[in-house]
């Protein structure tokens, strides 16, 4: 471990470390893995992942459990959600036990960088899959590039964990409803920069989008998956434009091991009344629970909380999701990968 790193103070952006694993698509076939120390990659200018946007990324966590072990969240869900991008925009699929292997092995590489169990931190995985021939008409590659390289990150909540607020920007759409939203590529990041920007200059935390079609049902909530609580329900939208979360999926089981029913349905707007808790989830942050929800155009304000608190269902999703994470809970659903 680095006891040269301050994990006290460690936030979530990028750090170097000692290696990354990398992986060549050529001539119809995934070849070895190799080892990089380098943070560089030379690619042909004219590259379809430059011009075209054949790109696609991931993004998962490796946890120091109290007894030294080293856990990696539902990593095979990761390799299969890639896949399903890959087949989304033409990308060489690669196969889930390629996957699994750059991820242990990029892990190992870097132990020194996994933080200790009582800082909090974790080690962020990302891996990324680009198109890598030069082609100046519109088309697929023939050559693909995969590469996972890892950083240590400090926990989402520096303030701790509390409610933050969310607007609605009517004049934006995430993604179009039978577009990439479903696909994990740049794009639908670089979509969200303006709003989110707009949406931080006005004193919120993150943007609620509605869907593209109608702008009456609610789908992402700017980079995570929107969620609400309504009685014993675990409420989250069903869209042809959501980015389908892995946190998400794995919270929507708690919920159901807690006795909650779960709906995956369209969410309209004004049901967000009737929600007694709200959240966003994803992998940095897990849960994000809302305050209020602001909608500038109506005129209407959605409350959740009025002092940050989180509520109580958010709270328990929140610290089961995690105590499983850092092996702190039993994984009766099989969802850690132990690094040996």
């Known amino acids: ?23 060549y698509y050529r001539d119809g076939q995934w070849g070895e893995l190799e080892v990089s120390s380098s943070e560089q990659i030379n690619i042909h200018m004219a590259s379809t992942c430059l011009h075209y946007g054949q790109e696609a990324f991931e993004g998962l966590k490796a946890f120091r459990g109290k007894d030294g072990k080293i856990r990696v969240f539902r990593p095979d869900e990761n390799a299969l959600r890639l896949q399903h991008t890959s087949d989304g925009i033409m990308l060489a699929k ?18 020194r960088f996994v933080p200790p169990y009582e800082s909090g931190c974790s080690l ?45 920007l009517r004049g934006y759409d995430r993604a179009a409803p039978l577009g990439t939203g479903t696909f994990k590529v740049g794009g639908n990041y670089a979509a969200s920069l303006v709003p989110g920007a707009k949406g931080h200059a006005m004193g919120y935390s993150a ?57 995956q349905r369209q969410i309209p707007e004004e049901e967000l009344a009737t929600f007694e808790e709200a959240g966003e989830c994803g992998t940095a942050a897990v849960v994000s629970p809302i305050s209020k929800i602001d909608d500038i155009d109506l005129k209407r304000t959605y409350e959740y909380s009025k002092d940050g608190k989180p509520g109580p269902v958010c709270t328990k999703l929140y610290n089961t999701l995690r105590a499983i994470q850092y092996g702190d809970m039993p994984d009766t659903h099989n969802w850690v990968m132990i690094v040996d």
Not at 7 to 14: A, D, K, N
Not at 95 to 109: G, R
Not at 143 to 166: M, N, R
Request: charged letters at 25%; proline letters at 6%; hydrophobic letters at 40%.
């Open 1 to 23: 471990m680095d006891n040269t790193i301050d994990w006290g103070s460690l936030g979530f952006q990028y750090m170097k470390t000692d290696y990354n694993v990398r992986c």
């Open 94 to 111: 690669l196969p889930t036990e390629k996957f699994l292997e750059a991820v242990k092995k990029v892990i190992k590489l870097n132990e």
């Open 124 to 168: 962020y995985i990302r891996p990324l899959l680009i198109g890598v021939s030069p082609k100046i008409g519109v088309g697929a590659s023939q050559e693909y590039l995969f590469i996972v390289f890892v950083q240590p990150v400090g926990p989402y909540f520096k303030d701790g964990f509390k409610a933050t607020p969310v607007v609605i």
């Open 207 to 263: 943007v609620l989008y509605l869907d593209a079609k109608e702008k009456k049902y609610v789908d992402e909530c700017g980079p995570a998956n929107f969620f609400g609580i309504k009685g014993n329900k675990y409420i989250t939208p069903k869209s042809t434009s959501i980015l389908p979360s892995i946190t998400n999926k794995s919270l929507q089981q708690l919920a159901k091991d807690f006795g909650m029913e779960v709906e």
